[in-house]
C-alpha cells in the first residue's frame, strides 16, 4: 500500500530558505565559535598533561588528537534504523543494536557529558540517515525535495558536532564514541519503524532535536571547563534550530511547545538524558 501524500502547510520554497539560512549560521557563526573552545579546550587539556606526565612522552603521542578528532563519524545510509544502528557497533549483527554502553561506560566529570553528548549526536544522524534512505526508496510517499535537502542539511551538522566532542575525547586519550545513546535507541528504533510518511519522519526527528537540546541545557549546568561550557553552548542553539525548522515543516509554531500547541516561554528539559 502507497502511502498518502503529505500535504506540506508551508511552500517549499520557505523551508529551502530557512534551511539555507541555518546552513549559513552553522558554517560561518557556529563552527568557527565551536573550533574556538576546542581548540582552546584542547590546549586546556595539553597543558594538565603536561604537568602530569612526561613531556617527551606527551609530545609523542599528542601529535595525531586533532587529526583523528576531527574526523567525521562514517554513518551507512541504510533504509532501517535497525540496521544503521547495528552497523556502527564494533562486532555487532545488523540485525541489533551497537553494545553502546561498551562505548561511554568509565567515563566521569567532562568527559561523560562529552560521551553522552556524542551519542545523542550519533543518534540524530542514524536517525536522519534511515529517513532519507527511506524517502529515496519511496516508503515514504512523494516527499518534498526540500525536506530532504534539509534532512541532509542537519544530519550533517550533527556530524560535526559528533566530530567536536569526539575531538576533545580523543584529546584526553579516551576512545572515540561511535554508538548510539544506549537509552534511547530502542524506542528510535521502535518510533522510526511505525514510521509511514513524512510527517511522521518529522515527528520523530522533532523528538530527538528537542531531547538533544534539553540534554545540552541540563547537562551544561555540570560541566566544569570553561570551554567545556562554551562547546556545549555552541551546538545546544543548532538543536533548537532544527527543531524551528520541523515545527515549521509541521505547520505548527515554530518553538518549543506542549502537547497541545501551545508555545512556551522557556525551554523545559522533561526529555533530557542523563
Do not use: C
Not at 73 to 79: C, K, L, N, R, Y
Not at 134 to 148: E, F, N, Q
Not at 199 to 222: K, M
Not at 235 to 245: D, F, L
Amino acid at each position: 500500500m502507497r502511502a498518502p501524500r503529505f500535504n506540506l502547510p508551508v511552500s517549499e520554497e520557505e523551508i529551502a530558505r530557512r534551511t539555507t539560512e541555518l546552513d549559513e549560521l552553522h558554517h560561518d557563526v557556529a563552527m568557527p565559535s565551536l573550533r574556538t573552545s576546542l581548540e582552546e579546550w584542547t590546549d586546556d587539556l595539553r597543558s594538565a598533561s603536561m604537568r602530569t606526565t612526561d613531556r617527551r612522552s606527551f609530545l609523542l603521542g599528542a601529535g595525531g588528537v586533532l587529526a583523528g578528532g576531527a574526523a567525521l563519524v562514517a554513518i551507512s545510509t541504510t533504509p532501517g534504523l535497525a540496521a544503521a544502528a547495528g552497523r556502527a557497533g564494533s562486532g555487532a549483527s545488523s540485525s541489533n543494536p551497537p553494545n553502546a554502553r561498551g562505548g561511554i561506560r568509565g567515563l566521569s566529570g567532562d568527559l561523560a557529558v562529552a560521551a553522552l553528548a556524542a551519542s545523542l549526536e550519533n543518534l540524530a544522524v542514524y536517525a536522519y540517515s534511515a529517513g532519507i534512505s527511506a524517502a529515496s526508496a519511496g516508503k515514504l510517499g512523494p516527499v518534498p525535495p526540500a525536506v530532504v535537502t534539509f534532512a541532509t542539511t542537519a544530519k550533517s551538522q550533527h556530524m560535526d558536532h559528533a566530530a567536536a566532542w569526539n575531538a576533545l575525547l580523543t584529546a584526553s586519550k579516551k576512545k572515540a564514541v561511535t554508538v548510539t545513546e544506549p537509552v534511547l535507541t530502542p524506542t528510535v528504533q521502535k518510533a522510526f519503524a511505525k514510521v509511514t510518511d513524512i510527517a511522521g519522519l518529522a515527528e520523530l526527528a522533532l523528538t530527538l532535536e528537542n531531547t538533544a537540546a534539553q540534554t545540552y541545557q541540563v547537562e551544561s549546568t555540570r560541566l566544569h571547563a570553561k570551554r567545556a561550557i562554551a562547546t556545549a553552548a555552541t551546538i545546544q542553539p543548532v538543536e533548537m534550530q532544527h527543531a524551528a525548522i520541523l515545527y515549521f515543516v509541521l505547520g505548527k509554531y515554530p518553538g518549543t511547545q506542549d502537547s497541545s500547541g501551545s508555545p512556551l516561554a522557556f525551554n523545559p528539559t522533561s526529555l533530557a538524558v542523563s
